[in-house]
C-alpha cells in the first residue's frame, strides 16, 4: 500500500517555541491531507484538511492561528504548532487521501503520528 | 452529522478465542465504513472497509466485518485470536464520497491473555 512518512516520531519542546510536523507521501501524490490530533486514550479527531495549493479548511474549535498547516506540493504538508504550551502536548497523527480506483473506491494512509510534548 | 459509538472500552480474549468488537454508526444514508488498528505510539493500519455491495468484507490479518443496515452496525470478527492482535481499534466512517473526512469511534483497547 501507498507509504505516509511522519517526522518527527516524537519531540520535546520548551513553552513558547515553535515546533514543525512533516507528512510527506512516499510514492504517490496527495492533493488531499488530513490532521489528526489524538489525546491519550482518546480517539483521533480531526483538526484540519490541508489542500496542496491552497489555504487548509479547519475543523471548528481548531485555532487556525495556533495551528499552521502548509501543503506546498503534492507529497509535502507541514504542521507547526505556534507558540507551543503544555496543553498542547498530544499525539498527531496525518493521513493522505488516496483514489484507489472508482466512484467511492478511497482510502486513506496514515503516517506513524507525532508525540509531542511541551515542557 | 454522522457519528460512530463503540461501546466497548477494553475487551479481554484468551489467545485463540474469537473475537467481536461493535461498531455502531449514526447517519441517514449508508455511509462509506471502516475498521483500524492502532499500535501503541503508531499511526493506524486498515483493516477493511465497506462501501457497497457484500455485507461480509474481509480484510487483512484473518479480521472480517459484517454491515447491518437493520441495526446500523459494522462490527469486527476474527475467529482465533492472537496475542500479536493486542492493540487499539477504531471504527470509521465518511459520509459521503468527495468529503473523505473520517469521523473515528473512540476506540476498543483489545488485551490478549495467554
Known amino acids: 500500500g501507498a507509504v505516509v512518512s511522519q517526522h518527527p516520531s516524537w519531540v520535546i519542546c520548551k513553552s513558547g517555541t515553535s515546533v514543525k510536523i512533516e507528512c510527506r507521501s512516499l510514492?504517490?501524490?496527495?492533493?488531499?491531507m488530513f490532521w489528526y490530533r489524538q489525546f491519550p486514550k482518546q480517539s483521533l479527531m480531526l483538526m484540519a484538511t490541508?489542500?496542496?495549493?491552497?489555504?487548509?479548511?479547519?475543523e471548528q474549535g481548531v485555532e487556525k492561528d495556533k495551528f499552521l498547516i502548509n501543503h506546498a506540493s503534492l507529497t509535502l504538508s507541514t504542521l507547526t504548532v505556534t507558540s507551543a504550551h503544555p496543553e498542547d502536548s498530544s499525539f498527531y497523527i496525518c493521513s493522505a487521501r488516496v483514489l484507489t480506483g472508482g466512484l467511492g473506491n478511497t482510502e486513506a494512509f496514515f503516517g506513524q503520528g507525532t508525540r509531542l510534548t511541551v515542557v | 452529522a454522522q457519528s460512530v459509538t463503540q461501546p466497548d472500552i477494553h475487551i479481554t480474549v484468551s489467545e485463540g478465542a474469537s473475537l467481536e468488537l461493535r461498531c455502531n454508526y449514526s447517519?441517514?444514508?449508508?455511509?462509506?465504513l471502516f475498521w483500524y488498528v492502532q499500535s501503541p505510539g503508531q499511526g493506524l493500519q486498515l483493516l477493511l472497509k465497506y462501501f457497497s455491495g457484500d455485507t461480509l468484507v474481509q480484510g487483512i490479518k484473518g479480521f472480517e466485518a459484517e454491515f447491518k443496515r437493520s441495526q446500523s452496525s459494522f462490527n469486527l470478527r476474527k475467529p482465533s485470536v492472537h496475542w500479536s492482535d493486542a492493540a487499539e481499534y477504531f471504527c470509521a466512517v465518511v459520509a459521503n464520497f468527495g468529503n473523505e473526512k473520517l469521523t473515528f469511534g473512540t476506540g476498543t483497547r483489545l488485551t490478549i491473555i495467554p
Open positions: 447517519y441517514g444514508a449508508t455511509p462509506y
Open positions: 510514492d504517490f501524490q496527495a492533493t488531499t
Open positions: 490541508s489542500n496542496e495549493g491552497s489555504k487548509a479548511t479547519y
